[in-house]
């Protein structure tokens, strides 16, 4: 069974970090690009980043520019999304997916196919 599993999100003060993790399980994320999303109550699922299958180009949004970073660690099946200088606004359900693996990637949620169930990032003081 394919599955990713995201973990690390919580309560977090405005200008504070949160290190998301997502691990896949019956399946080797080396040969997938991987996006990260997220969805505020009210608001439509949107694009946060994505780091290629080879993990030497990413692309993040405008409101995760010079904020969020992307790594990922094949060894442990895992990648991550650093988020730092959290501002309230990034408060979501923050979602991980899988999409077919290439030299680039876009943070279009209908790229990816495989997806996890999320996890809560709250920024409140």
């Known amino acids: 069974q394919l599955e990713l599993v995201e973990s690390g999100g919580g309560l977090v003060q405005p200008g504070g970090s949160l290190r998301l993790s997502c691990a896949a399980s019956?399946?080797?994320?080396?040969?997938?690009?991987i996006g990260w999303f997220r969805q505020a109550p009210g608001k439509e699922r949107e694009g946060v980043s994505c780091?290629?299958?080879?993990?030497?180009?990413?692309n993040f949004a405008d409101s995760a520019k010079g904020r969020f970073t992307m790594s990922r660690d094949n060894a442990k099946n895992t990648v991550y999304l650093q988020m730092n200088s959290l501002k309230p606004e990034d408060t979501a359900v923050y979602y991980c997916?899988?999409?077919?693996?290439?030299?680039?990637?876009?943070?279009?949620?209908?790229?990816?196919?495989?997806w996890g169930q999320g996890t809560q990032v709250t920024v409140s003081s």
């Open positions: 997916a899988a999409g077919s693996g290439s030299d680039v990637c876009r943070p279009d949620r209908y790229e990816y196919r495989y």
């Open positions: 019956g399946f080797t994320l080396d040969y997938y690009a």
């Open positions: 780091i290629s299958s080879s993990g030497r180009y990413s």
